[in-house]
């Protein structure tokens, strides 16, 4: 089943307008959803309403027909930062996740070591902590643990932004595998247009607190990072997208 918002309203008190105004949207179940826009469009606002993290001021959001009023295991959200326990070794970080679906101590423990091997990490990387880990590492650790959660959908908050250029494309190839074989309903948050076009395969562009436009990404899979450039269709969607975002008016 589909999660959908109903004339979302999201105002922030002292605020003179409001953040979200009566967006409704459906994410159908098994895509990959990529909300992209400017800094303080709504798009983190609006991936937190989904989340059940932030309470609308008005309208609704349904999950499998269900109001969202709370986070839900079934909703895993991945942030910014890679929010991991510091003082907690690598396997202790996505145990906590185990524990907390009342997992037998044996089954955990095997499956540590499968979540890990899925999002490529090697075995010894469980006795680390995260201070020992790059940035990339610990991403995939926290992708890890939203995934020991068994989501059936998971929110990625811009969880790619802070890393290098070399080590994002790799996690955008680790989150489209992962994608593809969980079979997992995705909604991505980023600010980055290429990123926006070569993950998601619905665009939707946040402006002035409502959706400028919906875009189904007209791109045909795989999109490799060192060859996207080259796929048709890519610098007309490229181009809407640049002009929804008002980057075009800035460049002059």
């Not at 690598?90 to 999002?119: M, S, T, W």
């Not at 995934?147 to 998971?154: K, Y």
């Not at 400028?212 to 048709?232: G, Y």
Request: hydrophobic fraction near 40%.
């Amino acid at each position: 089943m589909a999660i959908e918002t109903h004339n979302l309203v999201v105002q922030f008190p002292g605020t003179p307008r409001p953040t979200l105004d009566r967006i409704s949207m459906t994410i159908p179940e098994g895509s990959f959803t990529v909300l992209v826009g400017a800094s303080g469009s709504g798009k983190s606002t609006l991936l937190h309403c989904l989340a059940g993290l932030t309470t609308p001021t008005s309208g609704s959001v349904t999950d499998n027909g269900e109001i969202v009023t709370a986070p839900d295991p079934r909703r895993g959200v991945a942030f910014q930062r890679d929010v991991l326990f510091p003082w907690m070794t690598v396997a202790d970080n996505i145990d906590f996740a185990l524990v907390a679906r009342g997992l037998p101590h044996k089954i955990r423990q095997a499956r540590i070591g499968e979540l890990l091997e899925l999002v490529g990490l090697a075995p010894q990387v469980s006795r680390q902590r995260p201070a020992e880990l790059s940035g990339g590492m610990r991403q995939r650790v926290s992708i890890a643990r939203v995934l020991a959660g068994e989501p059936e959908v998971m929110l990625m908050d811009e969880p790619f932004a802070a890393l290098d250029a070399l080590t994002r494309l790799r996690m955008q190839d680790l989150l489209i595998d992962l994608w593809t074989r969980l079979n997992r309903t995705v909604v991505f948050v980023t600010h980055d247009v290429d990123e926006a076009i070569r993950l998601g395969d619905t665009i939707n562009v946040l402006s002035g607190g409502g959706i400028a436009e919906r875009i189904v990404n007209p791109l045909d899979r795989p999109r490799p990072a060192d060859s996207l450039a080259d796929l048709p269709g890519y610098s007309e969607i490229r181009k809407t997208l640049h002009h929804q975002l008002g980057i075009d008016h800035a460049a002059q």
